[in-house]
């Protein structure tokens, strides 16, 4: 049997975490909206697919009528899309914010579904870089992401300053008038820039040690 892409995993774990959160299943709507998706025509062929796997059973007369079956809820882990590396240093150029799909992820890392806290949006990248070494998160590492648009002050985040088209792991901190970005080494100094110039692209749930 083919195995599921990473937008059916989504719509998965999606389904599960919507039944667990609210009691009963997601609509086609929200599941549209809750994984970002274009359409809910684009919804319904992914849960074809998922129902001809056997891993829903769909009941057509009802409007939530989503069941998730035996093997979509037996599995303790999870695929992660890694989407690219991100700079806890200065920050690193990437072509566009497109680099952020993650649903044009090649390469996938399997963590178990308690790292990932049930959260939606989950995605990994590899650290480059030395300024969050206080932080313990050291070059080679791999981040694990949740997908959101703000952060609290002094969550560490995954940060787009749009002018200079660049990409950067920092504490974020919101000041008068202007964005400061905190990296956490002591012989680094902070970039600061226009609220306007920065864009969160997500926050820090889980650092996966890569050991040398």
């Known amino acids: 049997m083919k195995p599921l892409s990473l937008r059916q995993q989504q719509i998965v774990r999606f389904i599960g975490d919507f039944c667990h959160d609210f009691g009963y299943p997601p609509t086609i709507r929200d599941i549209m909206k809750?994984?970002?998706?274009?359409?809910?025509?684009?919804?319904?062929?992914?849960?074809?697919?998922?129902?001809?796997?056997?891993?829903?059973?769909?009941?057509?007369?009802?409007?939530?009528?989503?069941e998730l079956l035996g093997q979509a809820l037996a599995g303790s882990s999870i695929q992660v899309p890694i989407i690219g590396?991100?700079?806890?240093?200065?920050?690193?150029?990437?072509?566009?914010?497109?680099?952020w799909d993650i649903t044009a992820a090649a390469e996938t890392l399997e963590v178990t579904r308690d790292l990932a806290r049930g959260r939606q949006g989950v995605y990994a990248l590899r650290v480059k870089g030395r300024?969050?070494?206080?932080a313990l998160?050291?070059?080679?590492?791999?981040?694990?992401?949740?997908?959101?648009?703000?952060v609290d002050n002094g969550e560490v985040a995954a940060i787009w300053l749009k002018s200079e088209r660049e990409a950067t792991l920092k504490r974020f901190y919101a000041e008068s008038g202007r964005i400061r970005l905190q990296p956490a080494n002591s012989e680094m100094q902070p970039i600061y820039a226009e609220p306007d110039n920065v864009t969160i692209q997500g926050r820090v749930i889980a650092v996966i040690r890569q050991l040398a």
């Open 131 to 134: 300024s969050m070494v206080d």
């Open 85 to 99: 590396q991100i700079a806890a240093g200065e920050p690193i150029p990437v072509p566009t914010v497109d680099t």
């Open 137 to 150: 998160v050291n070059d080679g590492d791999i981040v694990l992401m949740e997908y959101v648009t703000t």
């Open 34 to 66: 809750g994984c970002r998706l274009s359409s809910t025509s684009v919804v319904a062929y992914n849960l074809g697919v998922l129902e001809r796997a056997k891993y829903i059973r769909r009941h057509g007369e009802v409007a939530r009528g989503i």
